[in-house]
């Protein structure tokens, strides 16, 4: 059982920066009893759940895997970094901060750092059947969450990897990833094909 609170970048609730110095960004609370224990930060929650789960996680067994997961998964945020910053950031927040139009030398610088990381995660899903390797992990949910946002807006060139938009297809139809599809953030519409399976 848990709650949802919502806390957008743009308006971030008040209770997010009471939690730890510095904190900002997503958080987890977990209670337990009369313990509670905070996690801040995509990653710090991700690693959280897999360590205070019932063993079965998104991190494979074996070491070596387990590396290569966290590898990818990393390489993923860090390489999709400066098309967050310069796309998403500009569609989203500048948006709302200026009550106007995304500036367009931002998108174009946005688009470019997209296509030039797309490259080496459609090497991996055409080599692999996950970004990591034979299964499911990390690396793939949170590349999988990333191009969703890119793909919300369509800016995504999917003629241009092929493969990538098999592997992504898959993810779609996962149970677990299709309620974030039906999410729509307020004043805009996703593109048309944004919450089809098969695109």
């Known amino acids: 059982m848990f709650e949802l609170i919502l806390s957008p970048p743009w308006q971030m609730h008040p209770d997010v920066t009471r939690l730890a110095p510095g904190a900002n960004g997503v958080a987890l609370v977990h209670r337990s009893n009369d313990a509670r224990y905070t996690a801040i930060g995509g990653q710090a929650i991700c690693e959280y759940l897999e360590e205070a789960g019932d063993g079965v996680g998104l991190l494979p067994r074996m070491l070596e895997d387990r590396a290569e997961a966290r590898r990818i998964w990393r390489h993923s945020e860090d390489n999709l970094k400066e098309a967050v910053d310069y796309l998403l950031f500009e569609r989203v927040i500048m948006a709302r901060k200026r009550s106007h139009t995304p500036n367009s030398s931002a998108l174009r610088r946005g688009a470019h750092a997209l296509r030039g990381s797309l490259t080496f995660f459609n090497y991996l899903a055409e080599t692999r059947p996950f970004m990591a390797g034979r299964t499911l992990t990390l690396a793939d949910l949170s590349l999988a969450a990333t191009l969703s946002c890119f793909d919300y807006f369509n800016d995504v060139p999917w003629d241009l990897v092929p493969d ?36």
Do not use: C, Q, V
């Open 164 to 199: 990538l938009r098999n592997w992504y297809s898959r993810m779609k139809s996962r149970p677990s990833f299709r309620p974030l599809l039906k999410d729509e953030i307020d004043g805009t519409r996703p593109a048309k094909h944004y919450a089809n399976l098969d695109f």
